[in-house]
């Protein structure tokens, strides 16, 4: 079963953690794609720097190696089995909620760590036979009930 995760950046070594986990229990895991392959000792520099943008918008390089990124990861979304909001604090940026939104409109179950803040998010929950709240503790037991 392949899982692909989506979740803002500041959770990335969290996620990579869980990868590895899911991965041990026989999971194909994508993580999100990174800017220029970022690693994770770039993302923890942003994330000290207090940097909320990676990308300047105003550079085209940077905007069209951003798409291409986006790009890979709906194509990803599309061909995966599930996915995987790591929504830390209930936390879901923009980004993540567009891809919960792609993921309800393909039919993918998703699995939310934690109950996110976000209204509409939760209405999603509440109104999508896919959609489902799972703790991490109880997330492979919940995932080997999928049948495909």
Do not use: T
């Amino acid at each position: 079963m392949k899982l692909l995760f989506s979740g803002s950046l500041k959770f990335f070594g969290e996620m990579k953690k869980l990868k590895e986990k899911l991965e041990s229990s026989g999971f194909e895991c994508i993580l999100p794609k990174l800017r220029n392959g970022s690693s994770s000792k770039e993302i923890e520099k942003i994330k000290l720097d207090g940097r909320k943008k990676i990308l300047d918008l105003k550079d085209k390089r940077e905007l069209r190696k951003m798409v291409k990124i986006k790009k890979w990861y709906y194509d990803q979304l599309r061909r995966c089995d599930a996915m995987i909001v790591f929504d830390l604090g209930g936390y879901i940026g923009l980004s993540v909620a567009a891809e919960i939104g792609a993921a309800h409109i393909l039919e993918k179950p998703v699995f939310f760590l934690e109950k996110p803040n976000d209204e509409g998010i939760l209405a999603l929950i509440k109104f999508s036979k896919n959609f489902k709240i799972v703790p991490k503790e109880k997330l492979i037991n919940e995932l080997k009930k999928l049948k495909f």
